[in-house]
């Protein structure tokens, strides 16, 4: 048993298990909280895979900035438990559980294949994941996808912006035509 | 199975020793923070307790062990207790990157003067952290059910996602220099006194504010707003879980320290003096006079942060935003710009 998989086992089981709590709980912050657990766990398989700028991100950004919007949204609404439907054996679940069972039986075979052939790694393999490595690629390679994602980032900012202070916009509107009133 | 044990026992070890280190300097610097506050305003300070009120700060856990742990009612007690965990954890664990000298050389073996100084992501590890920081000062607000708990955990977590970005920015100058994104590569870089502080006095600038509004440090101490906020999101605290929010502000101000000595104050350079010392690479002496040399510039950083504290009064909540937003955020990217027109053309 060597260290990566000894990582790779808890972080596997401890990901999958707060994955269910996040969406089987009622209380909203338990479900975001453990999210974020989730997102630590991920972190422990990124590590085990060599992408160590992938994993910083995944913290950084997730677990450290949307989750944290996540939260402050929650808190700020003072979001109550969730209040249950009435569960009724439908369609949709009798198809979920097929597609469950097919997927299972597809793992199965999957890991059963696996055991028999050899399956080789990519060359350098271990180094993609750096930041050193990446940073190339996205600096030469990928110049082109990189700026236009960033294009469309700060498209999305602005209108983000320009929505929120449309609204505030108006409501001085209201008030002063209230005045004039 | 033999080799995890002892990548375990060794990294354990490690552990043990930075995290009783860290838990000594956060002692230390509270007496020190009672001591420098009592000669700014002309008092005598801590001097009951053993010689010269050296003993205060384990007399003061030994009282917060004692107390009684109140819950308030309507608190959710889970989360309650968990807020100071996070908040203590996160500011431990930034000391797992933290290189305190360079190498040790035993036989054949080099022992790295940290936990993980060498790690690829490097810095970003520790923005990463200060980033997860945020959940237990919100959580701590939200689960007492007071609304100035609530209201002091979310300014702080505004204050801290606002001034990570400036923080970023002014790292990404340092990087620039250095070419590396390792610790030990940043401080190796800065040898002889070629130090960052003289290099990159902006960054130096906007790192160091940025690190007085992440550590919750006055001039930005605004979560804690004691005339507007009672205590801010530790008001409902008690006993030994307020304790550890007390430590835990001491330990970030020793990381903050420690990060500003290693990117901007050389670490554990110093000009001359191992010349003339002349200790060979390695070796245990050379080791000893870094740590001490990394040792002073840390207590000296932490010495400006309690000077400032007790010197500068609070900035109001607009005036934070606008400072990190507007200004901070803004030169940070001109360094960034003027960095890379300069290094390209040298």
Known sequence: MSLTFLIFGISAVLAIASGIVTISTKNPITSAISLVFHFFMLVGLYLTLQAQFVAAIQVLVYAGAIMVLVVFVIMLLNV??????????SFKSILAICFAIIMGVQFFIIFNVVKTTNIKLADHASEMGSVQMIGKELFTNYIFPFEAISLL??????????ISKRKLLSNEELSLNKIED | MNEILW????????AIIIISFVMLCAAA??????????????????NRVGPFGLLQPFADVLK????????????????HSLAPIITLGVAFSVFAIIPFASYLKIGDRVIHMGIAPNINIGFLFVLAMTSVGVYGITLAGWSSNNKYSLLGGLRSAAQMISYELAMGLAVISILLMSQDLTLTGIVEAQKGLKWNIFLQPLAFIIFLTSSFAET???PFDLPEAEPELVGGYNTEYSGMKFGMFFLAEYANMAAASAIISLLFLGGWNFPFIYEWLGFA????????VQLLVFLAKMLFMVFFFIWTRWSIPRFR???????????LLPLGLLNILVTGIILMYI
Do not use: C, H
């Open chain 2, 281 to 288: 690479n390695g070796s245990v002496e050379l080791v000893l």
């Open chain 2, 7 to 14: 990548l375990l026992l060794i990294f354990g070890i490690k």
């Open chain 2, 64 to 79: 917060l062990f004692l107390k009684e742990d109140i819950v308030p009612k309507n608190a959710n007690r889970f989360y």
């Open chain 2, 216 to 218: 919750n440090r006055s």
């Open chain 2, 317 to 327: 909540y607009d005036q934070l935003m606008n400072l990190g937003w507007k200004i």
């Open chain 1, 153 to 162: 980032l700060l498209t999305a900012i602005v209108g983000a912006v320009v």
């Open chain 2, 29 to 46: 610097f509270v007496y020190l923070e009672r001591k420098i506050s009592a000669v700014i305003q002309n008092r005598i300070g801590p």
């Open chain 1, 80 to 89: 109550g438990d969730e209040q249950k439907l009435k569960d009724k054996m």
